[in-house]
């Protein structure tokens, strides 16, 4: 083993992430990351405009073998060095998950070690254990990414969370891709948008609608989030745009829509911060990466006396890192490793952290 690795303390964790379209294997030592190897298929997807999840899961065959091997030799050991495997169990698409569920069975039976099945969402959370340290006993995680823009109390990860809100329809991230695609961005659309809007967008050029923020919304929805109408509304001042035969001004509109998902998502996880009693905010998944979120958030939490702890960007989306950092964290607590026999569960709720 190297001497970086006898160097850190706590467990030798392998994860492994297979639950859309990245092939992600992480290797952590207690809350330290040695390696972030990670294999992505979005170019193959991008000429859909989309996911395919056909194709998503042969990439992750493909990948997986020499993902585990860089993700090794960057960490500087070998596969009989780690305590652990972790492995996305869920949520997910369910052939991508069944390609990484199947190698990390196949590794800790071949290697003898214990198999931990977490939850794809809680390991968003965790994550941010490698950029900042133990997680504060009570926060709220605000978790926004292609498939999930979610609330979560959270008092300890190991034991499990605690849902508030969720989305009724569109996810943020799903909303980027269509208003990108509307727009003619390429996919996926959040770090264009993004980018759009950074390069001259006017936030205040139209005023986009902020889905399930009327009162007789926050009656029923005070926690959830709807990003289909605003969606929607884009489209239709694009469409009116180009009807009438007028330039089309991507970067104003970009900046404009981006604002509204950020407002939304802020507002409504200061009010869940407020409404729990708790000082911290922690934002995961690939939204997070979004420059306005990160900028609002900061701004809006400091103002109300909240700590906002987002990971680096590239800790934000779907990588192998959080997978392994959730198994730390797991070991670390003595939580009993999951069974061999485990599923692959793509609809694996939340409040399930580990799968047992």
């Given at each position: 083993m190297s001497k970086t690795v006898l160097a850190e303390t706590g467990p030798l964790i392998l994860g492994i992430e297979t639950s859309c379209d990245e092939t992600g294997v992480g290797i952590v030592r207690g809350q330290t990351l040695l390696?972030?190897?990670i294999a992505s298929s979005v170019e193959e997807h991008a000429r859909f405009g989309g996911v395919v999840p056909e194709v998503a899961s042969r990439a992750h065959l493909e990948a997986m073998v020499p993902t585990i091997r860089r993700a090794c030799e960057t960490a500087g050991i070998k596969p009989t060095d780690v305590d652990a495997i972790a492995v996305t169990s869920g949520p997910g698409l369910a052939g991508a998950l069944l390609v990484g569920v199947a190698a990390a069975k196949g590794l800790a039976l071949s290697l003898d070690k214990p198999l931990y099945g977490v939850n794809h969402l809680a390991a968003h959370v965790a994550v941010d254990t490698l950029e900042h340290g133990d997680l504060p006993k009570g926060a709220i995680a605000m978790l926004v990414s292609g498939g999930h823009s979610s609330l979560l109390a959270v008092e300890d990860i190991t034991e499990g969370v605690v849902p508030m809100g969720s989305t009724i329809d569109d996810a943020a991230g799903e909303a980027f891709d269509k208003v990108a695609r509307v727009l003619g961005l390429p996919f996926p659309g959040g770090p264009y948008v993004d980018k759009?809007?950074?390069?001259?967008?006017?936030?205040?050029?139209?005023?986009?609608?902020?889905?399930?923020?009327?009162?007789?919304?926050?009656?029923?929805?005070?926690?959830?989030?709807?990003?289909?109408?605003?969606?929607?509304?884009?489209?239709?001042?694009?469409?009116?745009?180009?009807?009438?035969?007028e330039d089309l001004p991507i970067n104003h509109v970009a900046a404009a829509f981006q604002e509204a998902v950020c407002d939304v998502l802020t507002r409504k996880a200061i009010d869940a911060c407020k409404d729990r009693g708790y000082e911290h905010l922690l934002i995961g998944g690939g939204v997070a990466a979004n420059s306005r979120l990160r900028q609002m958030a900061e701004e809006r939490c400091t103002a109300a006396g909240i700590a906002v702890r987002v990971p680096r960007p590239g800790l934000c989306t779907d990588n192998g890192a959080m997978v392994a950092a959730l198994g730390s964290e797991l070991v670390r607590a003595g939580k009993t490793p999951s069974p061999l026999g485990l599923p692959a569960d793509s609809s694996m709720p939340i409040t399930e952290v580990l799968n047992k």
């Open positions: 390696a972030d190897a759009a809007a950074r390069d001259g967008g006017d936030r205040l050029y139209v005023k986009f609608p902020r889905g399930l923020t009327s009162q007789r919304d926050l009656e029923r929805h005070r926690f959830d989030f709807s990003f289909s109408g605003l969606k929607t509304a884009v489209a239709r001042w694009v469409e009116a745009k180009r009807r009438d035969g």
